[in-house]
């Protein structure tokens, strides 16, 4: 049912994995209930009350974050919250770490929360959330 037209949007910076994602929906015989995916930033046409970003900004570059953090805010609606999965885990994952052809990047809270800050966001820790491997989700919003 998530998967309805309009009801669910697939972003993704790399077109192959738009890919991958549209031959899933195949698989299980689903392409009628018409998901946006897309890997066009411009296809997204509204806001959302609820954004799930999961696995993300653990592999965006710092040249690509503002841009990333920039597309999460235009998407959120004023009273909207952004679950993000990020690794604060700064020590176990040096610069230069990679998984597959993607960067993977460990970074502070703090940091997270002074990046998300310069575009008018609120960054929480989901204090029950924080993984062994530094994975942890934090909720964003709009500041008041």
Not at 105 to 130: H, T, W
């Amino acid at each position: 049912e998530y998967l309805d037209s309009r009801h669910y949007y697939g972003y993704d910076l790399c077109d192959n994995r738009i890919t991958e994602a549209k031959q899933e929906v195949a698989i299980y015989h689903a392409q009628h209930k018409l998901p946006v995916l897309t890997s066009d930033w411009s296809d997204i046409d509204r806001q959302f009350k609820y954004i799930w970003s999961h696995q993300v900004l653990i592999h965006i570059s710092d040249e690509l974050l503002p841009l990333t953090i920039s597309c999460i805010k235009s998407a959120l609606q004023c009273d909207g919250l952004a679950l993000i999965t990020v690794n604060t885990a700064t020590e176990k994952w040096p610069d230069g770490s990679e998984w597959l052809e993607y960067p993977f990047v460990a970074r502070s809270l703090d940091f997270y929360k002074e990046q998300f800050g310069k575009y008018g966001m609120n960054v929480e820790l989901c204090e029950d959330s924080v993984a062994s491997n530094g994975q942890t989700s934090i909720r964003v919003k709009h500041a008041s």
